[in-house]
């Protein structure tokens, strides 16, 4: 690991205990933040409908992204099952609404119903770790995949369900522009919610796990709980984001659900950052730019070579297998680093240290 | 009581298992030798079977020549995942590995799509007889080959680790990295080596199948099925890896056989196996034949 230096400004120490718990470092980081909630609450009057919706959909990746990396960058634990949780949470809230729960509440439900699920499948976490537990998980995907094709009770079976558009006091949530706001809602409290959770005591508990489980038991630390409450808590974002990405759709059906989506979340988390709070939403927004880039491009290189132009699909496909691999292999630690890097290149410039 | 079906498909269970036992070494050798998790498994099983139809097909080779290519081919194709996508990852958390496997795996099934197109082709006819007869039973020539060529790959597996220089190399590695460093085993030659013999065999399971149903994509199935079987023959085990296999063949056809006949669930031949993982975990995570892994402080 390469060092970075620290590119707070000079006398800038943390002096109180509160002021090293802070949830935003620096002034800047604060002004960031908000000026970027700022931006997304004026785009519907700004951007076309397509961009809207790829806002709303970063934002929803964002969510399930942020759990997993609740599970996987906080916590150390793999799970290939993230995408059938995903899912879990998007029928969970058709069905609710389906029963006359009004959709605004049944997201949260939803969101607390997968996370009842995800902590059984995560009981085997308890005791597994790194590639068992990559593997259990692997198998719970595959077992929630089937359930969702044959309970046609709850998921409409081979055929989907409908989810019911969300409204608030009369107000409808129908259009891009308006769901956004209700994205951007979710979005706001799970990852301040998150932020904060990495400040407390349980926060620093699941840290603790991923870096030396032996020693953090030996510290006190019950391993089973904690390794059980990181499951449920990455299935209660994962359910979240399923939710708010059915009722965005309008329509749920199983095939979407699949391991290739559960491993597009493991690629959120791997390009943003392992760990990394911020890193979850630029990673989403790579990992959803990146195939439409890619077919831009392509279709550009078709026009000079013919033959790539039924290759499309595939480079797309193949850009995130791709992605994923050079992150690993060039910058394990994710879009964040290197824009840490950038920064302290900025402020140092001309030095290097 | 339908014994027809029933013997049907345990034979059927025995065939299919050989193969995931195949495979499911092959995992098991690439765990073993370089504590890499490989999730492309089933990636090389379907390129290895593309390979050699693609040869039949379009170059007109006949099927011996082609299978040789195969395999000079997938040797190659072994050690350049070696050296290009693992090799920067040594010492890198379990986490990183089995992602690069993952992405390995989603780019090779895209480009495998792309080349060689989404529908199922079947081998021309590369037997004289389709069918021999067996003790008056009549089996497709295909499924007597797969037997056959699944048994010998076991024993070469054998032969080669118990008595070759490079067996015993590999099975030092297997036990401790350093110490075989130290003792000036090439590491990385044996890693590379690993990989090489690991896809050459997954592209022998690949034709074999290739050449018992039909190639497609759809094949890299057998890359998941591959997990039950090594945990329930145990991740580091050889022969739990065969016993595996053969295990989860059996299971699911019996499934099969139980679901059709009693219960009409649907679909328990592709998800009893994944039950089967989780229970076995749970109760026994080292399987039957691994090592416990037990940690000291």
Not at chain 1, 62 to 76: D, E, F, Q
Not at chain 1, 176 to 201: C, H, K, P
Request: charged share 10%; with cysteine.
């Amino acid at each position: 690991m390469t060092h970075v230096p620290n590119p707070r400004p000079t006398g800038d120490f943390r002096t109180s205990y509160a002021g090293d718990r802070t949830l935003f470092a620096t002034r800047f980081e604060t002004n960031a933040v908000i000026a970027g909630v700022l931006f997304v609450l004026v785009s519907p009057f700004l951007f076309s409908d397509y961009i809207l919706s790829q806002f709303i959909i970063i934002g929803i990746y964002g969510i399930a992204a942020l759990g997993l990396n609740v599970l996987t960058g906080m916590t150390g634990q793999i799970s290939l099952g993230h995408g059938a949780f995903f899912g879990f949470g998007a029928f969970a809230s058709a069905w609710f609404s389906s029963r006359g729960i009004p959709v605004l509440l049944s997201m949260p439900m939803a969101g607390v119903l997968t996370m009842a699920v995800g902590m059984v499948f995560g009981i085997p976490a308890a005791r597994l770790k790194g590639l068992y537990l990559a593997i259990a998980t692997l198998a719970s995907q595959y077992i929630l995949e089937d359930f969702f094709a044959r309970a046609d009770w709850f998921t409409g079976g081979t055929s989907g369900s409908l989810a019911e558009t969300a409204n608030l006091f009369g107000f409808q949530f129908d259009s891009d522009g308006r769901y956004l706001y209700l994205v951007l809602f979710w979005v706001i409290v799970s990852f301040v919610g998150v932020a904060n959770l990495a400040r407390t005591r349980d926060g620093r508990a699941l840290v603790a796990v991923r870096d030396h489980y032996l020693s953090a038991e030996i510290m006190g630390i019950n391993l089973t709980h904690y390794r059980i409450l990181s499951f449920g808590l990455a299935s209660f974002f994962a359910g979240l984001a399923g939710a708010l990405y059915g009722h965005y759709l309008g329509f749920v059906s199983a095939e979407g659900f699949t391991i290739i989506l559960s491993i597009e979340f493991l690629a959120i988390i791997i390009i943003g950052g392992l760990g990394s709070v911020s890193g979850s939403l630029l990673g989403a927004a790579f990992i959803l730019l990146l195939p439409q880039a890619m077919e831009t491009f392509a279709n550009a290189l078709a026009t000079l070579v013919p033959a790539i132009s039924q290759g499309t699909a595939y480079i797309k496909q193949m850009s995130v297998g791709a992605a994923i691999i050079l992150f690993l292999v060039l910058e394990p630690e994710g879009l964040v680093h290197r824009w840490r890097l950038m920064r302290a290149n900025w402020k140092l410039f001309p030095f290097s240290h | 009581m339908n014994s027809e079906l029933l013997i049907q498909l345990l034979v059927n269970g025995v065939i299919v298992g050989m193969l995931y036992g195949i495979v499911a070494m092959c995992f098991v050798l690439i765990y073993k030798s370089t504590q890499v998790v490989n999730f492309a498994q089933g990636e090389f099983v379907v390129m290895g079977a593309w390979v050699c139809l693609s040869m039949v097909v379009s170059m007109g080779l006949p099927f011996w020549l082609a299978f040789l290519f195969t395999l000079a081919f997938m040797t190659a194709f072994g050690v350049v995942v070696q050296i290009i996508l693992l090799r920067p990852l040594v010492g890198e958390p379990v986490i990183s590995v089995i992602m690069a496997t993952i992405g390995l795996s989603t780019f090779m099934r895209a480009l495998m799509n792309w080349i060689f197109g989404n529908s199922a082709v079947r081998f021309p006819d590369v037997f004289s007889q389709s069918v021999v007869s067996i003790a008056g039973l009549n089996v497709e020539t295909a499924y007597v080959l797969s037997l056959v060529l699944s048994v010998a790959v076991m024993g070469m597996f054998f032969l080669f680790f118990r008595y070759s220089r490079w067996g015993l190399a590999m099975r030092a590695t297997a036990y401790s990295q350093q110490i075989s460093q130290s003792l000036g085993i090439p590491i990385g030659r044996v890693f590379a080596m690993a990989w090489a013999i690991s896809a050459v065999v997954s592209g022998i399971a690949g034709v074999v199948i290739g050449l018992v149903n039909a190639v497609s994509n759809s094949l890299s199935f057998i890359g998941i099925k591959v997990f039950p079987a090594v945990i329930v023959g145990g991740l580091d085990s050889v022969i739990g890896a065969v016993v595996g296999g053969l295990t989860i063949g059996l299971l699911e056809n019996l499934a099969e056989f139980v679901d059709g006949q009693y219960l009409h669930i649907g679909n328990m031949y592709s998800v009893a196996p994944f039950y089967v993982l989780l229970v076995i975990l749970m109760i026994k995570p080292y399987g039957l034949f691994g090592t416990p892994n037990i940690e000291r402080v």
